[in-house]
């Protein structure tokens, strides 16, 4: 099953943030992370809770997805983070470092039937990603490739192919299971060409979207994770092209000299109805 809420850019915000939350209100972002982990410090972490609750009371996010990155169950925050998440009434709960579909389970104790994401960002997680993506409360994978790098003691590259087992391994899952899945941050945030090509490379392998650490890093993102002219106009001309043949009984569907089959029909409706859920959600979000 096809996830069908447009997550092309998935931007990070800090929980304990008063004025970035309220930036995010008129941000061309997909979904929002609202982070009470990584993006607060440790004095400001009890404090993050209120700020954040504040926030998603007052509302102003349209039809964003609004999904908050709590702290893990294994440090002081992390169950008292959950209960606030739960009572906040946000699309999703995103747990950090998720290795184990036992670790989802205890998430669940606290927060019953809210739907859960997983960060997917230690070895373990990746062989256990099958798992995980079988949680019954899972509906989203994002990959914490920053951590997962550093757990592999990989070095820099730019064609990733040191983490290429890990990001293969979640998208074989999320992709078995019906999941959303986006790919981790591109940490140079003024380097739009740079992110440009690694969003690229995350669409070609099959990713949602991608996590975002500043809003200077929205448009190419956007733009890379939506269907373009040429592919809208590739779907139309493949479905009119197999609707004839159908009707007519003869022959095969031929579209730029490739043979049209039922399979590149599934494709193209979707690409069709992406665009329609994007131009939906750009309808339905203040700006």
Same mark, same amino acid.
């Given at each position: 099953m096809a996830f069908a809420r447009p997550l092309r850019s998935v931007l990070y915000i800090p929980g304990s943030k008063p004025r970035a939350l309220d930036k995010a209100r008129g941000l061309a972002t997909d979904a929002i992370i609202f982070d009470l982990e990584d993006a607060v410090s440790v004095d400001e972490k009890v404090a993050a809770r209120v700020t954040l609750a504040e926030a998603l $009371? /007052?509302?102003?996010?349209? $039809?964003? !997805?609004?999904? &908050?990155?709590?702290?893990?169950?294994? +440090?002081?925050?992390?169950?008292?983070?959950?209960?606030?998440?739960?009572? !906040?009434? =946000?699309?999703?709960?995103l747990m950090p470092k998720v290795s184990s579909a036992s670790d989802l389970d205890a998430l669940?104790?606290?927060?019953?039937? +809210?739907?859960?994401?997983? !960060?997917?960002? /230690?070895?373990l997680g990746m062989l256990n990603a099958a798992a995980i993506a079988a949680h019954p409360l899972l509906q989203g994978m994002v990959m914490g490739t920053n951590d997962l790098a550093k757990e592999l003691q990989t070095r820099f590259r730019a064609d990733r192919l040191p983490l290429m087992t890990g990001l293969g391994l979640c998208l074989l899952a999320a992709k078995a299971h019906g999941l959303a899945i986006v790919d981790g941050v591109y940490n140079a945030f003024k380097d739009d060409e740079g992110l440009a090509?690694?969003?690229?490379?995350?669409?070609? !392998?099959?990713?949602?979207?991608?996590?975002?650490?500043?809003?200077?890093?929205?448009? &190419?993102?956007?733009?890379?994770? @939506?269907? @373009?002219? =040429?592919?809208?106009?590739?779907?139309?001309?493949?479905?009119?092209?197999?609707?004839?043949?159908?009707? @007519?009984?003869?022959?095969? =569907?031929?579209?730029d000299g490739r043979i049209v089959e039922n399979l590149h029909i599934v494709t193209a409706r979707e690409t069709l109805a992406k665009a329609e859920a994007i131009a939906a959600l750009a309808a339905e979000t203040p700006t």
């Open positions: $009371a /007052t509302g102003g996010y349209g $039809a964003r !997805m609004r999904i &908050v990155r709590i702290n893990g169950l294994d +440090t002081e925050w992390g169950a008292d983070d959950a209960a606030a998440a739960k009572a !906040m009434g =946000a699309d999703a709960i669940a104790e606290i927060t019953g039937d +809210t739907p859960l994401w997983a !960060m997917m960002e /230690t070895p090509v690694e969003c690229a490379q995350g669409r070609d !392998m099959g990713f949602d979207g991608k996590t975002l650490i500043h809003p200077a890093q929205l448009d &190419v993102a956007n733009t890379a994770f @939506s269907p @373009s002219e =040429a592919e809208l106009d590739l779907a139309r001309r493949q479905i009119a092209a197999f609707q004839d043949v159908e009707a @007519s009984g003869q022959g095969v =569907a031929v579209v």
